[in-house]
């Protein structure tokens, strides 16, 4: 209960002997009750969370990048609070699945970043569950990388809008494939913009219901790409190195200039949210956060700290978090309390006034939800100057394949058995594991305790885990390649699945298929993306699923060029895309249960089938 109230509580119940005091005390203390309950509680704040992909600690003026300015973002911290020790995972989709939850991403069954280790258990409650059940509106727009899938797909996760991409990472930024709440659709300009205003419009929207906006971005990842003003800003421009010699050396000065015009867009991007709110008229009245993913994709500037993406050091862990409440949170706020990404729900739910009982509430209310514990603790108080810290000395835990360690208010533990005092040593070079044994020893025992008690990120066995099709939630499914598997000649289009497609299919015993579980029984409407040269035409598809099948002709060409290249400031590791055709592949029946869907080709004419991208499943209604 906020102070105030419980002052004015335990005054109105104080025995007063004058019976006409009495009742003027009453009147004057309910006046002052409602008026304090009117200031913290009378218009719940809405809430914007803005997640940045793959920047690290240092690519912010406000935490001493010296190579460029982001006034926008600062301008959060400036107004309301800074957390100088904010810690999130050491690659995307952990990440993702502790801030929508509040729980170790270890706990839900996220053991990669695709392929369906990046999801999330569905009887998990999320951030969106909660808020949406308090009466709010929500809404994603970004980057998911939580599960394409229903019940794993944002609408099916609390969301009521949804646009964007639920894969790890895209091919292309400029008017690329989307998905708008299940259909397959075309971006409008650069990716981010876009974004940016489909989360304006639903802001503009709202009206007086208090609303939820999930801002997921997906740059600076990679492929390097950024609208052509951005680019010219900074492909000149000298760059100061990390003060760190290894950083420095291993630095790529052409990549550090593309991830800096790629994060000032983002910067304007974020100056164009807080302007809608401002003309909105209700800034005041609205949380917003902005923080990122994990640290930097490459060695730039990060503040001499050691480690990068996919690092358990200081530098791929190390997160900046910004948040801006003027109603609670003083500007120009800063703390060193120790925090993460799974303090966001609890934190979010008590500046908003919504007990973390609600979770429960909603549970209840559910077949498939568990209120589970919750990791994560709520630093409002440190924000808002009640409290100087959310309870006991803080152990954040952080693990990513065979790497592990533990941080405390002072030192960071490895698995490797090194020990760092962080307040004195951010760059993690002196081991200071023989000069404090004690120290080391009990992190340690921690470490081995929580490891224990969570399983290994990659101990979850794919098999175990189908993919869901036709879930009632939902009338469509994709079923991409990059959840598939190919055999024979069939290629991967690039060693990272998320936005990949097939390739090289010469010959008729290959096929691509599918481990899923239909949840509901009926006809389907089957579409796939291709593309293919005019040699393939006359190839024939067989579509099983089960017991059901379904065989096509490719009657129309799609002879297309890769994109993405032409617009890529660096060169990238990920694949490239293509304009894809869509075509039918009938109508099949599906039975529910565990089963295989298999793609094959019973003929091939020319040199090759066709390049496959996905499948999207349509479930017919009793009217079709």
Known sequence: MDQRREIVMTNFFYPWSHPMRTVLTVVLLGLLFTAACGRVHAKPPNVVVILADDQGWGDLSLTGNPNFQTPHIDSIARDGARLDSFYVCAVCSPTRAEFLTGRYHTRMGVYSTSSGGERFNADEITIADVFRHAGYKTAAYGKWHSGMQAPHHPNTRGFDDYYGFCSGHWGNYFSPMLEHNGELVTGNGFIIDDFTDHAIRFIESAGPQPFFVYLPYNTPHSPMQAPEKYWDAYKDRPIIPDPDPQNAKQEDKDFTRAALAMVANIDDNVGRVLACLDRQNIADDTIVVYFSDNGPNKARYNAGMRGRKGSVFE???????????????????????????????????????????ARQDFAEKQDDKTAHPIDGRSLAGVLTGTAESPGDERLLFSTWRDKASVRSDRYRYHHTGELFDILADQEEDNDVAGQFPGVAAELASALQQWQSATPASNSVPPETRPFVLGHP??????????????????????????????????????????DVDVHTAGQYDVQMLYACPTSSVGTKLRLTAGKA?????????????????????????????????????????????????????????????????????????AKD
């Not at 003027?326 to 729900?345: K, R, S």
């Not at 499914?477 to 190919?486: F, I, M, S, V, Y």
Request: charged share 20%; with cysteine.
């Open 315 to 357: 530098g791929g862990l190390r997160s900046p978090c910004v948040i801006r409440y003027p109603a609670q949170i003083d500007a120009g706020t800063q703390t060193d309390t120790v925090g993460g990404g799974i303090d966001l729900m609890p934190t979010l739910l008590d500046l908003a006034g919504i007990d973390t009982s």
């Open 473 to 514: 939630a939902m009338r469509q499914t994709q079923l991409p390649a990059r959840d598939a598997e190919a055999g024979g000649n069939i290629r991967r289009s690039n060693r990272f699945p998320n936005c990949t497609y097939f390739l090289n299919w010469t010959d008729t015993d290959d096929a691509i298929t599918w």
């Open 549 to 621: 099948a379904t065989t096509t002709t490719v009657d129309t060409p799609n002879d297309v060029p890769i994109l993405g290249a032409d617009d890529d400031l660096f060169p990238r590791q990920e694949g490239y895309v293509k304009d894809w055709a869509t075509m039918s592949l009938g109508t099949i029946d599906l039975a529910t249960g565990p089963q295989t869907v298999k793609l094959s080709a019973v003929e091939i004419p020319g040199d090759q089938a066709v390049e496959m991208r996905l499948l999207m499943f349509v479930r017919r209604s």
